[in-house]
């Protein structure tokens, strides 16, 4: 076979290659699958404790509520929607807690010991807290304190951890 040959032959299968490496997706038109993604779901994120540890627990509203309606919705415990899967709160039913911010700091002040805080009841307030609507859009440094306490806990939610 001469040099002229062997090109034609490459030129011929090169020619070939795009025929038989189709990329075998039908023509099938659009599939309804559901709604688009839109990004963070609406309703109020609560973090409550179950079998695995602290779980996201989304109550479907028409929007968010600010971050002292979320704590208080916290504090009233699990739906019993909530309940029947499994949920429960490791905070105290009687409590209360006052939010303040200032930039990038989310101060929560109880009305309890902070003596009385299990860590999954401490990562039920921070991961409230840091996941509730932020004003600059990141997310705060949660500092939580009492009237017992000669210093603020300064937490991190475990879930939101990037480092």
């Known amino acids: 076979m001469t040099a002229r040959h062997r090109l034609a032959a490459a030129l011929t299968a090169l020619a070939a290659l ?15 699958s559901g709604r688009p993604a839109t990004g963070i779901q609406p309703g109020t994120r609560l ?10 627990a989304i109550r479907p509203d028409a929007q968010r509520e600010d971050l002292q309606q979320t704590l208080d919705t916290l504090l009233a415990g699990p739906a019993p929607a909530e309940t029947r ?3 429960y709160s490791d905070l105290p039913a009687y409590g209360r807690v006052q939010v303040t911010t200032t930039p990038g700091v989310v101060t929560l002040r109880l009305n309890w010991s902070t003596a009385l805080l299990s860590a999954p009841a401490i990562q039920q307030l921070a991961c409230t ?3 509730a609507p932020a004003e600059s859009g990141s997310v705060p440094k949660v500092a939580i304190v009492s009237s017992d306490a000669p210093s ?12």
């Open 152 to 163: 603020a806990i300064h937490q991190q939610c475990d879930l939101h951890r990037t480092g």
């Open 18 to 32: 795009p025929a038989l490496c189709g990329c075998s997706i039908s023509a099938t038109g659009p599939v309804k």
């Open 129 to 131: 807290a840091e996941d």
């Open 85 to 87: 899967v499994g949920l």
């Open 47 to 56: 973090y409550f404790l179950g079998q695995h540890g602290i779980q996201l």
